[in-house]
């Protein structure tokens, strides 16, 4: 299976490094270098637009995020923070070959009864889909763009 494949996002300028026969890529939100597997090449990707297309500062953006759920420890792929450092959104990032559905959105439904943020976005690299929150009925309306003053 081929990590490295073009994704429908900005090309990101990925710090990649062989060790051992197995690729690594350097998170600059984590600040460690990490397995690369096609569902982290999607998170890179992400994480670079936020901060380079967005220009979301990095130290809003949290990846790998613990909570719980139903009491058992989970992680949201991303989260990024408003100026107040309250979550105000949620990324789920899946693999290319991972389809963008039902399942995939029932999973960050799940995260944002914890957290309750404003956004959620769900992308497999290729697909992309971001929903506002209507606070009042609960229903999920879908965004075509993502604008930072949102987050803000």
């Given at each position: 299976?081929?990590?490295?494949?073009?994704?429908?996002?900005?090309?990101?300028?990925?710090?990649?490094?062989?060790?051992?026969?197995?690729?690594?890529v350097?998170c600059?939100?984590?600040?460690?270098?990490?397995?690369?597997?096609p569902?982290?090449?999607?998170?890179?990707?992400?994480?670079h637009?936020?901060?380079a297309t967005?220009?979301i500062p990095?130290?809003?953006?949290?990846?790998?995020?613990?909570?719980?759920?139903?009491g058992?420890?989970?992680?949201?792929?991303?989260?990024?923070?408003?100026?107040n450092?309250k979550?105000?959104m949620?990324?789920?990032?899946?693999?290319?070959s991972?389809p963008?559905?039902k399942?995939v959105?029932?999973?960050?439904a799940?995260?944002?009864?914890?957290?309750?943020?404003d956004?959620l976005?769900?992308?497999?690299?290729?697909?992309?889909f971001?929903?506002?929150?209507?606070?009042?009925?609960g229903?999920?309306e879908?965004?075509e763009?993502?604008?930072?003053?949102?987050?803000?």
């Open positions: 299976m081929n990590v490295i494949q073009p994704l429908n996002l900005p090309k990101a300028p990925l710090k990649l490094e062989k060790r051992q026969g197995e690729l690594y350097w600059v939100v984590r600040k460690k270098s990490l397995l690369l597997t569902e982290e090449w999607v998170r890179q990707h992400l994480i637009y936020l901060i967005i220009r990095v130290e809003r953006i949290a990846s790998e995020f613990s909570i719980r759920v139903n058992l420890s989970r992680r949201c792929d991303i989260v990024v923070v408003d100026k450092g979550p105000a949620i990324v789920e990032c899946k693999a290319v991972v963008v559905n399942q959105l029932f999973q960050i799940q995260y944002n009864r914890e957290l309750q943020v956004y976005l769900l992308t497999n690299g290729m697909d992309h971001l929903s506002k929150i209507n606070t009042e009925t229903e999920l879908l965004q763009t993502l604008e930072k003053e949102w987050l803000d």
